[in-house]
C-alpha cells in the first residue's frame, strides 16, 4: 500500500510541476500572439518565426498539459452514472477505463508518434517556410513526452483505484460536480 501512495505522490508531483510550467507558458504564448498582431498591424512588417513560436507554444500547452489536467478531473465529460457511484464504483471505472481504453489508446499513440518524431528528426525537419523555426522534430517531440505523461498519470490513477479499493477513500477521485 506504500508503494502505491508513494506512486500516487511522485506521479502527482511531477505533473503538478509540468502544469505549472505550462500555466507560465500560456502567458508566454498570450504575449508572443500580441507580439506577432503588433509587429504585424502597428510595424507592418511580419515575423514567421514569430507566427511559428507562438503556434508552437499553445500546442505545447495543449500536450503537456493533458496530464495535469487528467490528474486535476478538469476533462469535460458527460457522465450520467459515474458522478453519483460511490467512491469503490468510481475507483472500478476508473481501474478498468484506465486499462481498456487508455494504456491502450497511448500505445497507439506512443508507436505513431515514436514513427513521426523519428523520421522528422531524420531528416532534421524544419518550417517549410524560409524564415521559419527549424528543428520540428522538437515539436513532434513533445508528442512523446505527452504520451509519457499522460501514461504516468494513468498508472496513479490506477493506483489511486487499487488503494479506494483496499478502503482508502481519501484517494477516491472525486466527481467533476463535486
Known amino acids: 500500500m506504500r508503494a502505491l501512495?508513494?506512486?500516487?505522490?511522485?506521479?502527482e508531483r511531477l505533473?503538478?510541476?509540468?502544469g505549472r510550467i505550462v500555466a507560465l507558458m500560456t502567458l508566454g504564448t498570450v504575449l508572443v500572439c500580441f507580439a506577432t498582431v503588433y509587429t504585424r498591424y502597428?510595424?507592418?512588417?511580419?515575423?514567421?518565426?514569430?507566427?511559428?513560436?507562438?503556434?508552437?507554444?499553445h500546442a505545447l500547452v495543449i500536450v503537456l498539459g493533458a496530464a495535469y489536467t487528467m490528474m486535476?478531473?478538469?476533462?469535460?465529460?458527460?457522465?450520467?452514472?459515474?458522478?453519483?457511484?460511490?467512491?469503490?464504483?468510481r475507483a472500478i471505472v476508473d481501474l478498468a477505463g484506465t486499462i481498456v481504453f487508455l494504456m491502450p489508446f497511448?500505445?497507439?499513440?506512443?508507436?505513431?508518434?515514436?514513427?513521426?518524431?523519428w523520421?522528422?528528426?531524420?531528416?532534421?525537419?524544419?518550417?517549410?517556410?524560409?524564415?521559419?523555426?527549424?528543428?520540428?522534430?522538437l515539436l513532434k517531440g513533445a508528442l512523446l513526452v505527452f504520451v509519457g505523461l499522460v501514461?504516468?498519470?494513468?498508472?496513479?490513477l490506477m493506483a489511486?483505484?487499487?488503494?479506494?479499493?483496499?478502503?482508502?477513500e481519501d484517494y477516491a477521485a472525486k466527481p467533476a460536480h463535486g
Open 42 to 57: 502597428a510595424l507592418n512588417t511580419n515575423f514567421i518565426w514569430l507566427q511559428e513560436a507562438y503556434v508552437w507554444q
Open 160 to 168: 489511486r483505484s487499487v488503494l479506494v479499493l483496499r478502503g482508502r
Open 119 to 137: 523520421n522528422s528528426w531524420l531528416a532534421d525537419e524544419g518550417s517549410p517556410n524560409e524564415s521559419g523555426l527549424p528543428n520540428w522534430w
Open 15 to 18: 505533473n503538478t510541476l509540468v
Open 5 to 11: 501512495e508513494l506512486t500516487v505522490h511522485g506521479i
Open 151 to 156: 501514461f504516468l498519470q494513468g498508472i496513479a
Open 72 to 89: 486535476s478531473n478538469g476533462f469535460v465529460r458527460v457522465d450520467i452514472f459515474y458522478g453519483r457511484m460511490s467512491p469503490k464504483g
Open 106 to 117: 497511448l500505445a497507439v499513440l506512443a508507436v505513431t508518434f515514436a514513427r513521426f518524431f
